[in-house]
């Protein structure tokens, strides 16, 4: 049904459940996972904490690329990096969504509402708003409250 699937990975729960979907819908598709770095977010921290951070995600999409590679699917892997203080990741991934002629993006969502949405921001909310092609999102099971 899908032949080109992008994921979009962030370390988070929600992401990692995203990448779940998209290993049981995408047999058949060639699946690109891409983790974005928010390069202005970054820029005052030391260059020692942008490097660890820059390394982390490229952990994180080798383990999502040997998980695709075992469930036998076609993959690849990208950590992009937003261009300036103006880009944002839900801009980057949808760049990346049409280079690759995506038919599908697969994303997590936080699910935060009010004022927790307001502080944090929604990169799904961003990217769907923008998107040119079918979106499925997922969020991390909510955890009972005690």
Request: proline share 3%; glycine share 6%; hydrophobic share 45%.
């Amino acid at each position: 049904m899908y032949r080109n699937i992008l994921v979009a990975l962030d370390g988070s729960e929600c992401a990692q459940r995203a990448l779940d979907e998209a290993i049981r819908i995408g047999a058949r598709a060639r699946v690109r996972v891409v983790l974005v770095i928010d390069s202005a977010a970054l820029s005052s921290y030391p260059a020692q904490y942008r490097v660890t951070v820059r390394e982390e995600g490229g952990q994180a999409l080798e383990i999502a690329y040997a998980r695709l590679v075992e469930a036998g699917i076609d993959c690849e892997t990208e950590l992009a990096e937003t261009r300036n203080v103006t880009d944002t990741i839900a801009k980057c991934l949808q760049r990346r969504a049409v280079a690759m002629r995506a038919d599908l993006v697969v994303m997590g969502t936080h699910g935060r509402t009010g004022l927790r949405r307001l502080a944090l921001g929604s990169v799904a909310e961003a990217f769907v708003r923008r998107a040119t092609c079918p979106v499925l999102l997922t969020r991390a099971p909510s955890t009972p409250t005690p």
